[in-house]
């Protein structure tokens, strides 16, 4: 009787087992599934980013950030990516005060008092080369005697000092006509590109046309056969239709702006610049969105740069600064 006791209590310990094994089997027990705190601490479910970024500046880079910008949003839909463009000079405004924009765009590099405002101020400033670009001159579609102008004589054409008037103080053959001078405004990178690079901060002659918008300035062109003007090769592209670009000779024949003639060694390299943006990394240190923005753009700059009208930057460039931009994470 006492063996069979024993027997069953065995067997009922055994039934008991069973059960529990199975109950914890289907109730998602923790021996083949992890934590909810696990399954967070090995970053398999990353969080989605969210909030903003805020661009302002150049107005040459704009079109190159708009396509970023959507590009950028249209995989982080939680995240507003915003692009002003108020020219360079004016964008650093925004850019060096306390909570200003994430980012500023630039068509010329930082200014010694401006890094030292940056400095003053406690803001970290990251200068990031995105592409570049060619500065183009540009005429009326209808012009026929300036298609080709040597480097020397589209400087003359915008000197104070050699007091142009007509297109035949040029050359005696072209039209005993008014040259009807524009170009960006004072707020731009291209303005203070083409003033101290190109002219050698010499006066500017007078009755230039100088104006925000670069639309403007396409618009006033494409209207004046007697017109010249100036301003990033993006801008020309864009409006072929309208606009013809002026083949530059440096010395060794005329160079037609192109994607492939646009470089820092390239055939016109004496009117191919950098382009940049400088973002703020106390901002990307404190916004992951914004060091997220700052990564993506670098790493898709060539393709956006094509899509634009810029010349991309090697891949060398485009890695190193990739790089250095994960550091800070």
């Known amino acids: 009787m006492n063996r069979l006791l024993q027997g069953m209590a065995i067997f009922l310990s055994l039934i008991t087992m069973v059960t529990l094994a199975a109950c914890g089997s289907a109730d998602g027990g923790t ?3 992890p934590t909810a705190n696990e399954s967070e601490q090995g970053g398999s479910a990353e969080k989605e980013l969210s909030g903003s970024v805020v661009i302002d500046g150049s107005g040459t880079v704009y079109p190159f950030m708009a396509v970023m910008a959507e590009n950028y949003m249209g995989e982080h839909p939680d995240v507003s990516v915003e692009v002003g463009r108020s020219g ?9 005060v306390e909570k200003g924009t994430d980012f500023n765009d630039a068509s010329r590099q930082i200014k010694e008092e401006e890094a030292a405002q940056a400095e003053e101020l406690g803001i970290e400033v990251k200068e990031l080369k995105v592409a570049l670009d060619g500065l183009t001159i540009v005429i009326h579609p209808e012009n026929d005697w300036a298609t080709e ?9 915008f000197l104070a000092e050699k007091g142009y008037e007509k297109w035949s103080d040029v050359r005696p053959e072209f039209p005993d006509e008014p040259i009807n001078r524009y170009g960006p405004n004072e707020n731009h990178g291209t303005y203070e590109f083409f003033w101290e690079v190109i002219l050698d901060e010499q006066d500017l002659a007078e009755g230039i046309n100088l104006q925000q918008e670069y639309s403007t300035l396409v618009d006033l062109v494409s209207k004046d056969k007697y017109a010249i003007g100036f301003f990033g090769y993006g801008y020309y592209a864009n409006n072929k239709d309208q606009l013809k670009a002026v083949k530059i000779d440096f010395g060794d024949g005329p160079v037609e702006p192109t994607l492939e003639t646009i470089a820092e060694d390239g055939a016109y390299a004496p009117f191919t610049r950098p382009v940049f943006t400088y973002l703020n990394v106390n901002h990307a240190k404190e916004k992951p ?3 997220d923005f700052a990564i993506y753009a670098i790493q898709n700059s060539a393709q956006v740069a094509a899509e634009t009208g810029f010349a991309p930057l090697s891949d060398e460039e485009i890695s190193q600064m990739v790089t250095e931009l994960e550091a800070l994470q």
Request: hydrophobic share 40%.
């Open 31 to 33: 021996q083949d599934q």
């Open 88 to 96: 360079t000079s004016a964008g650093f405004q925004k850019f060096l």
């Open 149 to 157: 102008l040597t480097e020397q004589e589209v400087i003359d054409i």
């Open 289 to 291: 969105q914004v060091l």
